[in-house]
């Protein structure tokens, strides 16, 4: 056998290469119009793509908007949309003002503030942790920047204890900022990428979209505090260790000039992203103002060659190559042929919120599974629509529940930042995968019912 064939992912690409080249002679085959066939090829080399990252994320998805324009499956303004999403911009925001943070050492005096003021045993850890992920998050809209800042205090203070770095007890405290960094900032708008690719997607698919406070009100309550208690319960039982209590100490140096500009316009920004049911203004055009304003030379919040060589913006194509597929998929009809499709297979019944909400909540999971979490609202959204009309559920609440659904990642290949915590943290598999599939499943038992009383109290299935 070849060597290139020794690896599973080559296999599966030649694989879908093959059935794509087979999806795009079929219309002609039978005479048929070739549009919606050419967007399914799009779609299975893009997914395939997408989940064995053959390639970087950003070529699959150039290459995607201009197959969509080449093969006359949509033309330029729709295969290009992403680009005008207020989702795009807030990626490309959320970059800038990080570059910010980072330059300032703002999130680490954060940090340092917090830690030196408590005594940590390994449950206190764990909770100091999850707490300081979701503060984080708050202010640093992007995951995998979060786990980065926080990843390198936990490992000190897991050595502080007398753990090594892959012992069970340091694997433990690791996973918690991995796990911390990544579940429960779903409840924030800005603070995780799929969150802001689902709901980027709804704006470009719907012309709708959820702001701040309301995605704050549907998801915090249950997905965003519950969830980050459950998690931190999980990962203390599962990696519970004899430890030394220890006190974190750093020193605190007057925060200078910079610091403070850029802390006021942090507190500008966060005042307009949950007040934007007041002004109108979606987090995509703050976040785009607060980055201007950052780039701005008299700002002095930006080193100057920042922007050119310490800012990774492949992100930014990734995201507008994922948001532009539900625009091609409806341009070419291939959504409305894959919601009938679930729906046929799942029998929806109307007046079953229960078990539409579950198995709605299904749909997310399997998606997040096949395309990983950021590119599973390529698939679930276009479905929405189709999915209210046969449940009788109202669309803003089956998107919200295709939402949680891809919030339940099994397995860390499908969340990228758990990667990040696998690397960085130096985790064994082993662990990372029991601790995403354990609090996953604790999610699953006991907080989706919780989650499916709360919204029918707040009248989502009204």
Not at 115 to 144: K, W
Not at 178 to 183: C, D, I, K, R, W
Not at 361 to 389: H, N, Q, R
């Amino acid at each position: 056998m070849p060597v290139f064939f020794k690896k599973p992912t080559n296999i599966l690409v030649t694989v879908a290469l093959a059935v794509a080249a087979y999806i795009v002679y079929w219309p002609y085959a039978i005479d048929d119009d070739p549009s919606r066939y050419h967007a399914a090829a799009l779609l299975v080399i893009a997914v395939t793509f997408w989940s064995t990252h053959k390639l970087p994320e950003h070529v699959t998805a150039l290459i995607l908007m201009l197959g969509a324009v080449l093969m006359s499956v949509a033309p330029a303004s729709t295969a290009f949309s992403g680009f005008g999403s207020g989702g795009t911009w807030l990626i490309f925001g959320g970059l800038i003002i990080g570059a910010a943070i980072s330059g300032a050492e703002l999130d680490k005096r954060i940090v340092d503030t917090i830690l030196q003021r408590i005594t940590l045993s390994y449950g206190g850890t764990i909770t100091a942790l999850m707490l300081l992920s979701f503060v984080l998050a708050i202010i640093i809209p992007s995951t995998i920047p979060r786990i980065l800042l926080l990843m390198p205090i936990a490992l000190t203070i897991a050595d502080r204890m007398g753990f090594e770095m892959g012992s069970r007890g340091a694997n433990g405290i690791a996973m918690t900022v991995g796990v911390g960094s990544f579940f429960p900032s779903w409840s924030l708008l800005p603070a995780n990428l799929p969150v802001v690719v689902h709901t980027a997607a709804i704006e470009t698919i719907y012309g709708v979209a959820p702001n701040y406070g309301e995605h704050f009100t549907i998801h915090f309550p249950v997905m965003g505090l519950l969830r980050g208690a459950v998690c931190g319960t999980v990962l203390y039982f599962l990696f519970r260790s004899d430890a030394k209590i220890v006190q974190h100490r750093a020193s605190l140096k007057p925060l200078n000039a910079q610091g403070r500009r850029l802390l006021v316009l942090l507190a500008i920004t966060l005042g307009f992203w949950v007040t934007d049911f007041l002004h109108g203004v979606a987090p995509g055009w703050v976040a785009l103002a607060a980055a201007i304003i950052i780039l701005m030379p008299c700002s002095g919040m930006l080193a100057e060659d920042a922007f050119r060589n310490k800012i990774n913006f492949s992100p930014v194509f990734y995201i507008a190559g994922i948001l532009s597929i539900g625009a091609i998929l409806s341009n070419s009809g291939l959504d409305l042929w894959l919601a009938s499709y679930v729906i046929d297979l799942l029998q929806f019944e109307k007046n079953q919120n229960a078990i539409n909400f579950a198995l709605i909540l299904g749909i997310g999971l399997c998606s997040s599974l096949a395309m990983t979490a950021p590119g599973a609202p390529a698939l679930t959204v276009p479905l929405a629509e189709a999915l209210a009309d046969a449940t009788g559920i109202p669309l803003l609440t089956v998107l919200m529940a295709e939402l949680t659904g891809q919030s339940l990642v099994l397995l860390p290949y499908a969340a990228p930042p758990a990667a990040v915590a696998i690397i960085v943290g130096g985790v064994r598999v082993i662990d990372a995968v029991k601790s995403m599939f354990f609090t996953t499943m604790a999610t699953v038992i006991l907080l989706a019912p919780i989650q499916y009383l709360y919204w029918t109290i707040i009248g989502l299935f009204e």
